[in-house]
């Protein structure tokens, strides 16, 4: 990873994690600024440029620390918050809505993990007793692929080992998994990731590791105790999809053990409409541009609605029918995943 | 900068009757483009266009104010005719490592107006572009104006952003080509880069007149085959269908007639309107497997009501589970039977078909009313 120039904000220029990204990047330049929003995000900067000048900020999160996770953002009947700790992600899927979230794809970590963890401290005890509560990390970002570079978990570790009922998601595409093992597994801080049939990675997830990568280390993470968490989302219509999923579980579940597997969510490709937008002019031959998507419900470009509900019901099916517990097994962002399929 | 400027000026030779729009902010950046392509001046209320058969020059003044004007008026002179606009001019370095006197082709253009950045930036058509370029809205004179430019963008102007905006506003594609004069922020004095703006009309045209002889292929075009009628609407789907086979399959469209089941349906259809409709669902269902099978599987929940002749109107893109029914009715024997269909109409079967429920590649849909049950 290349970054032209780092900008760093003045208040934590000489916090130790700033130092050690700074240090990561030698040939970078070094810019100083007020705040991050000074630069990042100040004027639109096309996605694709993410390719040749990429910058990398550095700075504090400002604002509401915790974010409570939408509906159908987890296993449901548990408060499920997410939280930001970077933005923008150095893959490139064609699908991905950071491409219209930020209006640059500069990549800005922040270091102030300490007053996250404060508040997550704060939201943990006004939890009843008997009763979980989950962090999701990986929202405008991906969690690992450059954790030996950030190195922000180590902060978090100590706090989820000390609160049991805290639940940590780490959500990634990455098998950058060496610092996560070295900190070792809890039984509540769930390493989830997103996976689909080979050819669609290969079709559609660009500069992603491969399925066969993304399996090795899921397996090394089984090996050393960690609790897994598989997004068969996106979803992508191909004909035949049936059997690239079938092929996909069965793998699955031969390397994850059931009590190492916390649950299955899965959902269908969409796109707000400016993301879709975005992916149009970015990538004008993606083979998904061929498909039939229609304005649906929550005004979000998607298949037609019984063309993905077929699509959840033959997924969660192969699922169970391979040995997935029914109750592990959640569908993401859909209108009617209030109810399981069957 | 490998393959900047590539196929430059390629959409104007390709675009019937459209010129080429060359935009300059000074006279003297300009001189060799208005002697070497010959073009004559124009008399219009704006000052400072010319123009021949392939291109018109605009001669701006400086600044943003200037380049609007002068600029809308220009393209409205030309009737909108122009099938790009390509800014030439002189341009300050915000980064020390690029060469003085090098030319290069920007990539996006970004607007400040004193010290504050504007949020809109504008990406001109050069793929291969790899300098980005900030418009001031005043010269920049002091090292300290030039730092915090330089977070955006590698080179300065004054014109860029203004012209990027007006073609934008007229949804015309634009390129520009910079000679880099001095280093922003060292105090160039502007005499001195006027003087030399002869030297950098040369070095401009010399470039623009390699990138001008390098072509693109001509943009491919799809066209109905003999046979055929398409209304002005269906050649619209057809054109987007074909385009997404395209996308689908990997290949040029010059190959899309092998690949169309053609010949079946000159043979199967005789009037040419028919045809065109097939091919359409032809296309559809190519493009959309899923589609055929959702129709396959809505087929027998319609038929007691489409074969006593009761319309039914699914939701658009049966996104809810509405279903428009209408029917007329011309005695009383024909309302028992239009009722008897509705009776036996499976509202049930059909929103679990919407559900999901959809005959799968090698099994059955959940029968409808009246059918034996069958396991998957």
């Known amino acids: 990873m290349k970054f032209k120039t780092l900008f760093v904000e003045e208040a934590v220029a000489d916090d130790p994690q700033t130092l050690r990204i700074i240090d990561a990047f030698p040939k970078a330049s070094v810019n100083y600024i007020s705040k991050v929003e000074d630069v990042f995000g100040r004027a639109r900067k096309p996605y694709l440029q993410k390719r040749t000048s990429l910058n990398l900020f550095i700075g504090r999160k400002e604002g509401n620390l915790l974010k409570v996770a939408p509906d159908a953002y987890g296993l449901a009947g548990e408060p499920h918050f997410y939280f930001i700790h970077a933005y923008n992600c150095v893959y490139e899927c064609e699908y991905c809505y950071l491409q219209g979230y930020f209006k640059s794809p500069d990549l800005v970590f922040f270091v102030n993990h300490d007053e996250i963890i404060a508040e997550m401290e704060a939201a943990t005890l006004q939890v009843p007793d008997g009763q979980h509560i989950w962090f999701h990390a990986g929202e405008f970002s991906d969690c690992l692929a450059l954790s030996h570079i950030t190195c922000e978990w180590e902060n978090y570790w100590p706090f989820f080992a000390r609160y049991p009922q805290a639940k940590l998601e780490l959500r990634t595409k990455s098998v950058n998994i060496k610092v996560i093992r070295k900190l070792g597994p809890l039984d509540n801080v769930i390493v989830s990731f997103s996976l689909s049939p080979d050819i669609a990675l290969k079709l559609h997830d660009r500069g992603t590791p491969s399925l066969s990568a993304r399996m090795k280390a899921i397996q090394q993470l089984v090996e050393d105790g960690f609790q897994i968490g598989l997004h068969f989302d996106p979803m992508i219509y191909r004909e035949n999809f049936e059997a690239d999923y079938e092929i996909l579980t069965e793998d699955v579940v031969r390397i994850i053990p059931a009590e190492q597997l916390a649950y299955v969510s899965l959902g269908v490709v969409r796109f707000s409409r400016d993301v879709f937008l975005e992916f149009e002019r970015n990538y004008p031959d993606s083979e998904l541009l061929a498909a039939e998507f229609t304005r649906s419900f929550d005004g979000k470009v998607r298949y037609t609605r019984p063309h993905r509900m077929y699509m959840l019901r033959q997924v969660e099916k192969i699922c169970h029918e391979k040995g997935i517990a029914p109750h592990k097994v959640y569908l993401c962002m859909e209108n009617e995943s209030e109810k399981q399929l069957s | ?376």
């Open chain 2, 1 to 376: 900068m490998k393959n900047e400027g590539k196929a430059l000026l390629s959409s104007g030779k390709h675009q019937h009757g459209k010129r080429i729009l060359l935009h300059f902010a000074h006279r003297g950046e300009a001189r060799v483009f208005l002697e070497e392509l010959a073009v004559h001046p124009v008399s219009f209320p704006v000052k400072g266009l010319y123009e021949n058969e392939r291109f018109l020059v605009v001669i701006s003044g400086e600044g943003r104010q200037n380049t609007t004007e002068t600029l809308a008026a220009a393209i409205s002179y030309a009737g909108m005719q122009i099938s790009e606009v390509l800014n030439l001019g002189v341009a300050g370095s915000l980064h020390y490592d690029l060469k003085l006197n090098r030319i290069v082709s920007v990539r996006t253009v970004y607007g400040a107006i004193d010290n504050r950045v504007e949020f809109k930036t504008f990406t001109s058509v050069d793929d291969a572009a790899e300098i980005d370029c900030i418009s001031t809205s005043r010269r920049i004179l002091e090292k300290e104006d030039a730092e915090p430019l330089s977070y955006f963008a590698q080179i300065v102007d004054r014109e860029l952003w203004a012209c990027a905006s007006v073609c934008k506003r007229f949804n015309i594609p634009f390129r520009s080509l910079k000679m880099i004069s001095d280093r922003a922020g060292e105090q160039a004095l502007c005499a001195d880069i006027a003087e030399d703006a002869l030297r950098y009309s040369h070095a401009l045209f010399n470039h623009f007149k390699k990138l001008a002889h390098q072509e693109e292929p001509e943009n491919e075009r799809i066209e109905l085959p003999d046979g055929f009628y398409a209304t002005v609407a269906q050649k619209r789907q057809l054109t987007s269908l074909l385009q997404a086979v395209v996308v689908k399959e990997k290949r040029s469209a010059k190959h899309l007639p092998d690949f169309l089941p053609i010949d079946d349906i000159l043979k199967s259809e005789k009037h040419p309107k028919k045809r065109t409709i097939r091919l359409i669902h032809e296309l559809r269902d190519y493009l959309n497997p899923f589609r055929r099978r959702l129709e396959e599987s809505l087929k027998p929940i319609f038929e007691p009501l489409r074969g006593n002749d009761i319309r039914v109107s699914p939701a658009r893109d049966y996104e809810t589970n509405a279903l428009g029914i209408s029917f007329t009715v011309e005695n009383e024997d024909e309302l028992d039977r239009k009722c008897a269909a509705l009776k036996s109409f499976d509202y049930v079967a059909y929103r679990e078909i919407l559900s999901g429920e959809v005959m799968s590649v090698n099994g059955k849909s959940k029968p409808a009313k009246g059918e034996d049950s069958q396991a998957n």
